[in-house]
């Protein structure tokens, strides 16, 4: 069995990529609580994110000073929180020295997490747009129709015989 640098054997499944793909999730749903119910006694969220990711949505002066990558907090001010699973992406309202900015964060662009009030934290790799493992689709199976004349198979053929008694 052939064995990586890490000294885990090598896996045709992507199982490093399933796993992060769950966390990436339990931050999705961490977000969609936010939404929802608010910020619950002292949790707050840090929530750090490729700046040049594809669809991300930040105002020039913020990527002028944060061309790569970028933390934000989301604890007291901040508005308009929403999750939108059909872009795979978040967006919320934050002030940046007194500017009021819309970010949109797609879900791939996401690096880290953290709770510090619960002491949770979380690191990602970035997904690139190609790579991003789709949600299976699954296909209704076909309706039968109604106008169709039942087939009966005789089993005979299959049963067992049994020998005649002497």
Excluded: C
């Amino acid at each position: 069995m052939d064995e990586t640098d890490s000294g885990q054997p090598d896996s045709l499944l992507p199982y490093v990529a399933w796993t992060e793909e769950a966390l990436r999730h339990v931050v999705i749903r961490a977000l969609e609580y936010m939404v929802a119910h608010g910020l619950p006694g002292e949790h707050h969220f840090y929530l750090t994110f490729h700046t040049d990711y594809p669809g991300v949505v930040v105002p020039p002066r913020l990527l002028a000073r944060y061309p790569q990558e970028m933390t934000i907090v989301l604890q007291h001010q901040f508005w308009n929180p929403k999750v939108d699973h059909v872009a795979g992406q978040f967006s919320v309202g934050l002030s940046f020295g007194g500017v009021d900015s819309v970010l949109v964060i797609p879900f791939g662009a996401m690096t880290g997490f953290a709770d510090p009030h619960a002491q949770f934290q979380l690191q990602f790799e970035v997904i690139e747009p190609e790579q991003e493992i789709p949600e299976p689709e699954y296909e209704d199976a076909p309706e039968p129709t109604p106008d169709a004349t039942p087939q009966v198979v005789s089993l005979d053929a299959f049963r067992r015989r049994t020998p005649p008694k002497e």
